[in-house]
């Protein structure tokens, strides 16, 4: 005989305990608004996912406002711009001077390790290691999920609303019904390879450049900690490539007349990141709301993802705190198309950049030199630096 659920009785019961989830679990939980978190993977998995480092300010501020951590300040190092560069030359861009504002690189695994110690700090439910395989009556004011722990207990959560925040392969996006759904995606013939390196740091300012030998990123981690990326074939393997090969190919990218040398050391991660542009329309259906990489995925340039779903996370906890406060479901309505605007922005000011950025794969000469007259035309007026500079840094938020 099927074994019976144990029932656990919650207002929000959110599928996935990576940030989007958890910082939702943490404001909902301030607020006093019950809440149980269901994570597939173990703490340790996520902890070691490298993903892109860069916060908005509106993204440090919810971490540092809402009482997580304030590690991101003392940790975290601000920028207040970055450096464009083709045609071997630097042009940097002053994010401050153009449109007030800087971002912070922090990596989106430290994040996680805030999120995590304070959900556990605030005696928060958080079940790392639980896989979620139904989700049951979304449609109704009673929904509800199961999911199985490591020792294979079966559990039921009834809850009053359910968020999927469970990453790009989301199981919660995978149950909504075909008749209410629509998918909008693009893969692209080119990724980036991604590498960790022991070396000081390049320059101060992180370097996004095109070159005829495709783009590169030179980025940061801390002092003595480097990440840098380079476009690649999608199919790469990274055991084809020496730590040799991936230096000359990043300092061919950087190439100059003014002789910019990068500062190597020991590669201790490489991996290739695939891009793929993707969004589900609606992020919402009956009483289940998607967050973050479950309801679309922004390929990596411009490091916009953990930005968006944080966007995402403060509408949806604003929607969720009016319902239980108020009983109106107004603002849980109205979620999708508000979060849906700042999802297609993001994907523009990807699109655009990566454009602009990269080389072609079908080597089109033509393609090649319009995106260096784009480039030209961006920073030579001062138009153009504060529409790159304020879609970098963030929009307000809704
Ligand atoms: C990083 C990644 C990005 O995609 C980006 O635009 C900036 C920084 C990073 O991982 O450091």
């Known amino acids: 005989m099927a074994q019976a659920p144990r029932i656990l009785k919650t207002k929000v019961g959110i599928i996935g305990g ?35 480092g860069i916060l908005e300010a509106q993204a440090v501020t919810m971490l540092t406002e809402s009482g997580v951590d304030g590690r991101v300040l003392t940790h975290g190092d601000e920028h207040a711009g970055i450096d464009l560069r083709f045609n071997g030359e630097s042009h940097p861009l002053d994010f401050r001077e153009l449109v007030d504002a800087t971002v912070t690189l922090y ?3 430290e994040v996680f390790v805030d999120l ?48 999927g925040a469970d990453g790009s392969r989301s199981f919660a996006r995978r149950q909504m019904p075909d008749a209410v759904k629509q998918d909008f995606k693009v893969t692209y013939p080119f990724a980036w390879f991604g590498i960790l390196t022991e070396a000081p740091k390049s320059a101060p300012e992180l ?5 005829p030998h495709g783009f590169a990123l030179i980025s940061q981690r801390s002092e003595t900690v480097q990440r840098m990326y380079f476009q690649c074939d999608p199919n790469e393997n990274v055991d084809n490539w020496s730590e040799d090969r991936i230096w ?49 995925t922004v390929p990596p340039t411009g490091a916009k993802g953990l930005n968006l779903a944080f966007a995402e996370v403060k509408v949806l906890f604003e929607a969720l705190d009016s319902y239980f406060s108020t009983g109106s479901d107004k603002l849980l309505g109205g979620y999708s198309d508000l979060a849906l605007k700042r999802v297609w922005k993001a994907q523009n000011f990807f699109y655009w950049m990566t454009s602009m950025l990269h080389t072609p794969v079908n080597a089109d000469p033509f393609m090649a030199q319009r995106a260096l007259g784009e480039l030209d035309t961006v920073t030579s007026s001062r138009y153009g630096q504060q529409y790159l500079a304020e879609s970098y840094t963030g929009w307000p938020h809704a």
């Open 18 to 52: 990576g940030p989007a989830g958890l910082m939702l679990s943490h404001l909902l939980s301030k607020v006093g608004i019950e809440n149980i978190v269901v994570e597939k993977n173990d703490h340790e998995t996520i902890r070691n996912t490298h993903r892109a």
């Open 107 to 109: 990596a989106q695994n």
């Open 116 to 163: 995590a110690a304070a959900r556990s700090r605030d005696g928060g439910d958080v079940r790392f290691n639980c896989e979620v395989n139904e989700i049951l009556d979304v449609e109704t004011s009673t929904p509800k999920f199961r999911f199985t722990n490591a020792e294979g207990e079966l559990f039921e959560v009834q809850a009053d609303v359910i968020v």
């Open 207 to 211: 370097i996004y450049a095109n070159s």
């Open 248 to 296: 000359s190919e990043l300092q061919k990218r950087v190439d100059g007349p003014d002789g910019f040398e990068l500062k190597t050391g020991p590669i201790f991660d490489k991996t290739v990141l695939g891009f793929r542009s993707f969004v589900r329309q609606p992020l919402s259906h009956g009483r289940m709301f998607l967050i973050g990489d479950a309801g679309h």
